[in-house]
């Protein structure tokens, strides 16, 4: 038994292994392509290492178009509609699950309708309305727009993870004589630090990654944001600066793998474990 | 209790201090013109931007933004533009996508901006592209697209073959003699490893649309005003000589199926094909530029069906109708697209200039970079009855391009395809009749 047990754990472990790499090997590819020099890259008989390592696409890529200048403008989008994002569903969130009314129902079936429709439908008035009050070739009207677009689903996410935690926790907070807002900022806030973690980074990598509305929206060269600007890369048919992309890439990837290292204990931590006893 | 307080409060502090310094990047930069550009090449972005900064030092009151688009994006892009009227002043973009927008509505009629010097210089079949019957120009053609076929010399000269001329043009029979000589075991496991030919099928439409006019076809037929599609034999023969090099004579890679032009360029580096058919006149710079160093290449004319015709398609410079500057947008075009500027655009885009005092300057008739063949075409070049026909752009996408991906890849016949394509276009079609858009 104790050897199948062992036999188990290696399979799993292997399976794991085998993951890990199918995950990896995309991001090894690119890797390995923006170090290859372009003759390499169109060798017929490709080789995942570089046999050959040269830095020129990142130069091409950082002397060449507006970089740093865009990851600088996804940045600050990213950040701030995440911090409004998550400021806005956790009150909406708690007041969804506490607080029951007939209205909650529509404002779920609002959440589900929104995640359906489809953005193409919704550009041409979004961008009249946002023409009207100047925020077209605006980082804060594409601000703007990311929060709206990505608050339904955090505010899904926040409405089953303020659920889950008992109200016996807040009966208790209140019985000792705590207000409203002191539950929710003594006791829901600490346990609801995995959530706003998970939420803030969902709602971080949608703005990072998006990019139908920020072609549109940002008129002006020095507003484009980073998948903007990496798009430049590709052309007619099928063709691209492979090696220049594949650099721009890279150099894309590392804002969203700091922030996942900063916050993946946030993640590691159980929700509500200990909280109750019994 | 404090802590969750201080958290709070330097969320909302941090936010509102990112909320300032987003609202202090916002530049409102309303300069003069804007100009968007689908270059993509380093080398052709370099040029137009170079162009436009001599445009900027010889006009500071009228002062030229360069705005790079992409081309997967740029008809999202454009549309919104249009339907919102926030819209560039100049732009970049393609004939057969131009001829729709022009019959929506969308565009400039150029005409009547259009110097006697440049409506004679640029190609009648470049400017046959973009205009409608009653005169109405939609852009100005300045790139001409036009399909060459690269081979491999080493290859070639070891099998004894002999490339075509431009005065002894290939037959495609002669292409598919050559291409049966060419493909080889060469290692003796019993598996190809060379083929005669590869073609980029992944979407064929372009290249199908192009060559049948050489075999006497071209879907499209007029009726009265209006357009029906129709599949001939002609159009049949095109089709039949293709599935039979796939599937007959197996001298055309598989991999051509799902591979555009571009993707097969690796596999004729390596040797895998000896000849790559129906690629775009651009696949030249990936040769100069990425080829190993010992890759010996050339061009091949035109190859010959009924007679030498294909279809020619432009890249085009337009000015929409909602620009309040369309007077000034020509002045910008007229200077992008003088003589010397469309020349150093097309050098470097590695296309055919649409103007003829360009294709008489030497770098456009030099062996190297086989810029005399290419540009050669141009004599031959024609314009597909399909010009004009509104839906075209639908069409492409929705049936002629999934039909003959299912043709070549061996999952209906080519009579299957024609009655596919006759019933589900005339479909698509009949839309757009019912619009009543008239080109």
């Known amino acids: 038994m104790k050897n199948m047990s062992a036999l188990s754990k290696t399979a799993i472990h292997g399976l794991i292994i085998l993951y890990i790499i199918f995950l990896l090997f995309p991001l090894l590819w690119v890797v390995a392509s923006s170090l290859k020099p372009t003759q390499e890259i169109y060798s017929g008989s490709p080789t995942i290492l570089p046999q050959q390592i040269t830095f020129d696409h990142y130069s091409s890529v950082i002397n060449g178009q507006r970089i740093f200048r865009s990851m600088w403008n996804s940045v600050i989008v990213g950040t701030f509609s995440t911090i409004l994002v998550v400021l806005l569903a956790i009150p ?16 779920l079936g609002w959440i589900l309708v929104s995640q359906i429709f489809p953005v193409i439908l919704v550009m041409i008035p979004l961008y009249v309305m946002l023409r009207y009050i100047g925020l077209t070739d605006s980082l804060t009207g594409l601000t703007l727009i990311y929060v709206v677009w990505s608050l339904p689903f955090v505010l899904w996410m926040m409405y089953g993870y303020v659920k889950s935690i008992p109200l016996e926790l807040e009966e208790a907070a209140v019985i000792d004589g705590a207000s409203r807002t002191q539950v929710i900022f003594t006791i829901l806030m600490p346990l609801l630090l995995p959530a706003i973690g998970a939420s803030a980074l969902f709602a971080f990598i949608s703005s990072w990654n998006e990019f139908f509305f920020a072609l549109v929206l940002m008129k002006s060269p020095t507003l484009a944001t980073l998948q903007v600007e990496l798009a430049r890369y590709t052309g007619m048919e099928g063709q691209s600066r492979t090696g220049p992309l594949a650099a721009a890439s890279v150099i894309a990837t590392i804002p969203s793998i700091i922030l996942f290292i900063f916050m993946r204990k946030w993640f590691t931590t159980g929700l509500v474990s200990g909280a109750l006893k019994g | 209790m404090k802590r969750s307080t201080v958290i709070f409060l330097s969320l909302f502090i941090a936010g509102a201090l990112v909320f300032w310094a987003v609202r202090k990047n916002d530049v409102q930069q309303k300069s003069g013109l804007r100009f968007v550009s689908l270059a993509w090449q380093e080398r052709a972005i370099a040029t137009n931007k170079s162009i436009v900064n001599e445009w900027n030092a010889a006009h500071p009151d009228m002062q030229v933004e360069y705005i790079q688009g992409t081309w997967d994006s740029a008809h999202d892009y454009l549309v919104t533009a249009f339907e919102t009227g926030d819209v560039p002043d100049i732009f970049h973009y393609e004939s057969s996508i131009i001829i729709d927008y022009a019959m929506r509505g969308y565009l400039t009629d150029l005409s009547p901006y259009i110097s006697v010097e440049m409506k004679k210089d640029i190609l009648d079949v470049a400017w046959a592209t973009v205009t409608r019957p009653n005169g109405e120009v939609g852009g100005v053609p300045f790139l001409i697209e036009s399909l060459v076929v690269l081979y491999n010399k080493s290859l070639l000269e070891k099998e004894g073959i002999v490339p075509p001329t431009r005065q002894h043009p290939w037959t495609w029979d002669d292409l598919r003699t050559a291409a049966q000589t060419l493909t080889k075991d060469t290692n003796g496991d019993g598996v190809i490893d060379q083929y005669g030919a590869g073609i980029g099928l992944r979407n064929s439409a372009n ?15 007029k009726d009265g005003d209006h357009f029906v599609v129709k599949v001939n034999d ?4 095109l089709l039949q000589t293709i599935v039979d090099m796939l599937y007959k004579d197996k001298s055309v890679a598989p991999a051509s199926i799902g591979e555009t032009g571009a993707g097969m360029i690796p596999g004729f580096f390596s040797g895998r094909y000896a000849m790559l058919v129906g690629i775009g006149s651009w696949g030249r710079q990936q040769l100069v530029e990425n080829a190993p160093k010992d890759f010996r290449w050339g061009v091949m004319p035109l190859l010959k069906a009924q007679t030498q015709t294909y279809g020619a398609s432009t890249q085009t410079l337009s000015v929409p109708k909602k620009s309040k500057r369309a007077k000034e947008a020509m002045m910008f075009i007229d200077f992008i697209l003088s003589s010397k500027n469309t020349a150093r655009l097309a050098l470097n885009d590695w296309m055919i200039p649409a103007r003829k005092s360009c294709l008489s300057m030497p770098e456009f008739n030099d062996t190297l970079g086989g810029w005399d063949i290419t540009c050669s075409s141009v004599a031959t070049l024609g314009v597909g009855s399909w010009v004009g026909a509104p839906g075209y752009v639908e069409w492409k996408s929705r049936v002629a391009n999934p039909v003959l991906q299912e043709l070549f890849a061996g999952r209906i016949s080519v009579e299957d395809a024609a009655n596919r394509i006759e019933h589900e276009s005339n479909n698509v079609l009949s839309r757009y009749k019912k619009r009543g858009e008239v080109w």
């Open chain 2, 207 to 221: 290249i199908i649309m192009n060559t049948s006019i050489s075999f006497g076809g071209s879907f499209f037929k």
């Open chain 1, 92 to 107: 909406s969130a708690y007041a969804m699950v506490r607080y029951k009314s007939i209205v909650n129902n529509a404002i």
């Open chain 2, 234 to 237: 002609e159009e049949k023969k």
